[in-house]
């Protein structure tokens, strides 16, 4: 897995239901790195990834779902969920107890395979606190091309990692540009005993 490093330019890349907890992560052997940090005031910045479940270690399988253990960023590691036909994901070295690992979207979904991390240097290293998931909602079996997509905003934190903020990517011209100002203005001190919030215009599904 590449991933595309905090000053270089990235290509342009274009969400709550509780599940039961999953089991434990199967050890994994990922540790955290720091890229080296500029000097100056804290930055933001965006880091990829691709998600590919194939590649992906299957903890557990059934007729109802599966739940893989998957490298992130730096090694950081994913738990990826699917369940009911919906899709969760969640990050870090206790990713399969974290909220995030529950939390899902209402609608039946899949996800797309570009992970966004954004990352900051106000420790003096350049280290993810967040993601940005695009979320592709099933119209129809038979619509190849998904025409409600959600960007779901996921803060990465010891202190909690859970779903801070909603962004529909069709009503909104600029979803990207307001997932990214999501992710850097609440991540920090978002309180996960609370629902992500809507961000911007939202025509994913009636609420």
């Not at 090694?75 to 036909?85: N, Q, R, Y």
């Not at 990713?95 to 979904?109: G, V, Y």
């Not at 350049?126 to 038979?142: C, Q």
Request: glycine share 6%; aromatic share 10%.
């Amino acid at each position: 897995m590449q991933a595309i490093l905090p000053g270089q330019q990235p290509r342009e890349r274009n969400a709550a239901m509780t599940f039961t907890t999953p089991p434990a992560l199967l050890p994994l052997a990922f540790a955290f790195a720091v890229l080296a940090a500029p000097a100056g005031a804290a930055q933001y910045d965006s880091a990829y990834t691709e998600l590919d479940l194939d590649q992906c270690t299957v903890l557990d399988a059934d007729d109802f779902g599966a739940q893989y253990a998957c490298p992130g960023y730096k090694g950081i590691p994913m738990f990826v969920a699917e369940g009911d036909l919906r899709f969760m994901v969640s990050y870090g070295f206790g990713a399969p107890e974290a909220k995030a690992a529950s939390q899902t979207l209402p609608p039946f979904n899949t996800l797309a395979p570009t992970i966004e991390w954004r990352v900051s240097n106000v420790t003096g290293g350049w280290k993810p606190f967040a993601t940005i998931v695009r979320y592709l909602l099933d119209d129809d079996e038979n619509e190849t091309q998904k025409k409600r997509q959600v960007l779901v905003v996921t803060r990465i934190s010891e202190e909690g990692t859970c779903q801070i903020a909603w962004v529909d990517a069709k009503a909104n011209a600029d979803a990207n540009e307001l997932a990214r100002k999501a992710a850097d203005e609440k991540a920090g001190d978002f309180d996960c005993d609370k629902d992500p919030e809507i961000v911007g215009k939202f025509e994913a599904w009636k609420r």
